[in-house]
């Protein structure tokens, strides 16, 4: 599918600085454990401080800075090796720029920081996921898993191995998921994976056929503003090589969204593609191209976007890297008209549980009869981890 508009990059003048060393310092996780209890338990904690400067031009809001610090904590138990419970929460003070942002589709910085952590899904607080998986042999090449639970569809449907980590990878939530129809999370839901690990039709590769259905809300999205509940169901067929995965995605929500006169709700279909291939051992590219039907309200109804991954072999530490990347998304029926992404980082493996990323993104909304907001955010991340 062709792209409507000619992209148009602005950049504005570089007139901020970053945040002063010190304060970034004060962000860095002291004191994080991990435990494997037994040969069935583990308990894992990591710890993520973010420090964002944003440049804004083209809106009133001032050049700001914002910092979040997130730990996320998980349990898992596996008595059997086809028997699996898992449970995750997380607490975070501060939401970074995701409040005072100017962009109106796209956050700098993706992960669930401290509002979004309270009142999930208008049920609760602070518990992501709780979920039981058991899986099934059904050949020896051949298994199915069932999961289900309160679940993160997210971890099931729109996988990349170079842009689905904003702790480990890019920050911008447009390269962690695809941000057209972004998987919904932390509700109750049921998973099936189907796995084949045998060379039929490709030789050296494996397939997987995963689907899921979630009940989840839609926050204030209905009609006069309320919530409205809705039934969401994803597939995604995926080919695996051993240096590259392929995906094909389809997701659809029930109608309860509004559309764009707000007078009544009709429901999403989207179609999408996603890929990430190692070319060498130190460089990898990834791509997403996806399609949403505009019957809702929707910003846009197509992306694309890609980038690579260079690994620290480069300069002879393996487990550093570089991540570049560029989206555009386009369409849609709302005041924007077209959103321009790029990304670039850096991060540094400190020791074997603590890496630092220095990262900057550009971004550049356009809307019909609003504010154009465009600017650079500037940012350094400190994750602990196990």
Not at 19 to 48: C, E, N, R
Not at 129 to 156: C, N, V
């Amino acid at each position: 599918m062709s792209i409507s508009n000619t992209a148009v990059v602005r950049f504005p003048d570089i007139g901020t600085r970053m945040l002063p060393f010190a304060f970034l310092a004060a962000m860095l996780p002291f004191s994080v454990q991990a435990y494997d209890v037994s040969d069935d338990w583990f308990i894992g904690v990591t710890t993520t401080g973010v420090v964002q400067q944003g440049e804004f031009s083209g809106t009133d809001i001032d050049d700001t800075g914002r910092a979040t610090l997130v730990t996320d904590i998980g349990i898992n138990y596996q008595p059997t090796d086809r028997d699996e419970f898992d449970l995750m929460a997380s607490f975070a003070f501060g939401d970074s720029l995701s409040k005072v942002s100017p962009y109106a589709t796209h956050t700098p910085y993706a992960d669930d920081l401290a509002d979004a952590l309270e009142d999930i899904n208008g049920r609760r607080d602070y518990l992501l996921t709780a979920w039981y998986r058991r899986t099934f042999a059904l050949g020896e090449d051949i298994s199915l898993a069932l999961t289900g639970g309160i679940i993160d569809s997210t971890g099931y449907i729109d996988d990349n191995a170079f842009a689905n980590d904003e702790v480990s990878q890019f920050m911008n939530d447009a390269f962690v998921n695809d941000t057209l129809m972004t998987p919904p999370s932390y509700d109750t839901g049921v998973v099936a994976e189907l796995d084949i690990a045998d060379n039929w039709l490709v030789e050296n590769a494996s397939w997987s056929l995963w689907s899921v259905w979630m009940n989840t809300k839609n926050v204030g999205g209905g009609l006069d503003g309320g919530d409205e509940t809705y039934n969401y169901y994803a597939a995604q067929l995926g080919l695996h090589t051993q240096t590259g995965n392929y995906r094909l995605l389809a997701q659809y929500a029930t109608d309860e969204f509004l559309d764009p006169e707000e007078e009544k709700t009709e429901d999403i279909m989207y179609f999408g593609f996603s890929a990430d291939q190692e070319i060498t051992d130190i460089i990898g590219v990834f791509a997403r191209v996806s399609w949403q039907d505009n019957d809702a309200a929707i910003p846009h109804d197509t992306l694309y976007s890609g980038g690579f991954n260079i690994n620290g072999g480069l300069w002879g530490r393996a487990d550093d890297e570089i991540g570049i990347a560029y989206a555009h998304l386009d369409g849609g029926n709302t005041e924007i008209d077209q959103t321009d992404i790029m990304e670039g980082y850096v991060k540094f493996q400190l020791t074997k549980y603590t890496d630092l990323t220095l990262d900057i993104q550009y971004m550049d909304e356009e809307a019909t009869d609003a504010d154009e907001p465009y600017g650079f955010i500037y940012g350094i991340r400190a994750s602990v981890y196990f």
